[in-house]
């Protein structure tokens, strides 16, 4: 579920501050209040780690790699790229699951030159780019996995969205409520104030929000389920003709 959030920095400093004592500015982000000046660096550490914390579904978009045979088998990750989602990762030509290699591991292929014997595309991720195994690529992958942008705040100059605030007009794509909460600890900590209370409230907020994030199935614990399987021959698969080429 996606957080519709209007709330920009400015108004989200400003209801931090008037919580924590402050006057409000008229431009949070470029008022010269040393306690404002902390504040801006307090909320973009905020956004930031709020993106590392969990895979919210805003921020999660879906890549493809395709490939030529003979091609080097190392390519550019997008520029707005995080981290990768465990197990999203495909290869549709074959429809095959790609699978994610250690450094041991890509190592041992390597070593043992096993690419005539490799029948699934292998991958890692190394100094920013995206390496697959066989090594030139042995033939054309549709690859696709979906991965989390560290982009996480929409830019009041060009509509885009950018990994950090630079106005007090940019708004941040995370709700407002739990952004201000986030700040307000990082407040009190940076004040060496106790946080107990305020973290309370934040840990409430974001379990409120991570449980409502995206879909999830309904979990039954009795013996028998009424849930849709994804390959089913009362809901999905025909009567006939299943399993011919």
């Known amino acids: 579920m996606t957080l519709a959030t209007t709330a920009t920095a400015n108004d989200i400093l400003n209801t931090v501050a008037v919580e924590v004592g402050l006057d409000p500015?008229?431009?949070a982000f470029s008022a010269t209040d040393r306690n404002f000046v902390q504040l801006r660096y307090l909320i973009n550490t905020a956004v930031k780690e709020l993106t590392?914390?969990?895979n919210w579904e805003f921020l999660v978009t879906e890549y493809n790699i395709t490939t030529?045979?003979?091609d080097s088998g190392i390519y550019s990750l997008p520029s707005d790229f995080l981290r990768m989602i465990d197990q999203t990762g495909w290869e549709r030509n074959n429809r095959n699951p790609i699978n994610g290699l250690s450094a041991q591991?890509?190592?041992y292929l390597k070593g043992r030159d096993l690419v005539s014997e490799t029948i699934r595309v292998n991958f890692r991720v190394q100094s920013g780019m995206f390496e697959i195994y066989p090594q030139p690529a042995s033939e054309a992958y549709d690859i696709n996995f979906e991965y989390v942008s560290k982009n996480c705040v929409t830019s009041s100059a060009s509509a885009t969205s950018v990994a950090e605030i630079s106005v007090?007009?940019?708004?941040p794509m995370f709700d407002e409520?739990?952004?201000?909460r986030m700040v307000k600890v990082k407040w009190y900590e940076a004040k060496g104030m106790d946080?107990?209370?305020?973290q309370d409230d934040f840990n409430q907020m974001y379990e409120l929000l991570t449980a409502s994030n995206a879909s999830s199935p309904v979990l039954n614990a009795g013996s028998g389920s009424?849930?849709?399987?994804?390959?089913?021959t009362v809901f999905n698969l025909s009567d006939t003709n299943y399993g011919n080429s």
């Open 177 to 180: 409520l739990l952004l201000s």
């Open 168 to 171: 007090g007009a940019d708004v």
């Open 52 to 54: 590392r914390h969990y």
């Open 105 to 107: 591991e890509w190592q």
């Open 68 to 70: 030529v045979v003979g």
């Open 195 to 198: 946080t107990t209370k305020a």
């Open 226 to 232: 009424t849930g849709i399987k994804m390959l089913n």
């Open 25 to 27: 500015q008229v431009d």
